[in-house]
């Protein structure tokens, strides 16, 4: 399984936008990469997920560089409640069903006024 | 609400005693995943059921086992209980036939061993 290496922690004010790249050098062919949020003792939530360039839903935007071995969660005007971990999994999704998840230690996001 | 149950929410026992925790999935998923997550070792993948069947393993100690039923609900039971095994218990369920690595976690069961 390929690793994955992001920040331990980050600060943010409330309004700003925050970017947590996580780097994953031996990434696979077929792996994809996925992000959850989890917030304290709550189950992980998944963010969003994505192979190359591009992907952006309601909550997130994902950005991946043709050579795949980093990739870059944006989160728009964060706010308070955005104060949770942040993980970064790499992975290939099989056919059938999802696969299980590694995670690592995660991005502790702190969000003040 | 991911649409995930555990039951029970606490669990308070004492040494080498033996517990389950039950998991329902969301309805319509045929997957279900255990994790553990513990101060000290992070959130671990545990073991896969797909539709009855083991599907993959991960660090799961040999005295802790786990089933899915015909209903698709999960149970893990551990036993001969250590210090050690407090921890929260995650279950997770995925729809079959998606392409992405996309799981629905449940609230979790905090397991404390005295």
Redo the contacts between chains.
């Keep these: 399984l390929a690793k994955t290496t992001q920040p331990i922690s980050m600060d943010s004010y409330e309004g700003q936008e925050v970017n947590i790249t996580c780097s994953h050098n031996n990434i696979a062919t077929n792996d994809y990469i996925t992000w959850y949020q989890q917030f304290p003792s709550q189950g992980p939530r998944f963010i969003i997920q994505g192979y190359k360039t591009k992907v952006t839903n309601e909550v997130a935007s994902l950005f991946i560089p043709a050579d795949r071995k980093s990739s870059t969660l944006s989160l728009p005007r964060v706010s308070l409640s955005d104060t949770a971990v942040y993980y970064c999994l790499v992975g290939a999704a099989t056919t059938g069903t999802a696969s299980k998840l590694t995670f690592g230690t995660g991005t502790r996001l702190q969000v003040t006024l | 609400d991911?649409g995930?149950t555990q039951t029970p929410k606490h669990l308070i026992t004492a040494t080498g005693q033996r517990v389950t925790l039950r998991c329902s999935p969301r309805s319509g998923d045929?997957?279900v995943?255990w994790?553990q997550q513990s101060l000290d070792q992070?959130?671990?993948?545990l073991i896969?059921y797909?539709n009855g069947e083991e599907?993959?393993k991960?660090n799961i100690l040999e005295r802790f086992s786990a089933q899915q039923f015909p209903d698709l609900h999960s149970e893990l039971n551990l036993s001969s209980l250590e210090l050690g095994d407090s921890a929260?218990y995650?279950c997770?369920s995925?729809?079959?036939?998606?392409?992405?690595?996309?799981?629905?976690?449940?609230?979790?069961t905090?397991l404390t061993v005295l």
């Design positions: 991911s995930v045929l997957s995943y994790y992070g959130l671990q993948f896969q797909y599907r993959a991960g929260l995650f997770a995925s729809p079959p036939g998606q392409a992405y690595n996309e799981q629905f976690f449940g609230p979790g905090r």
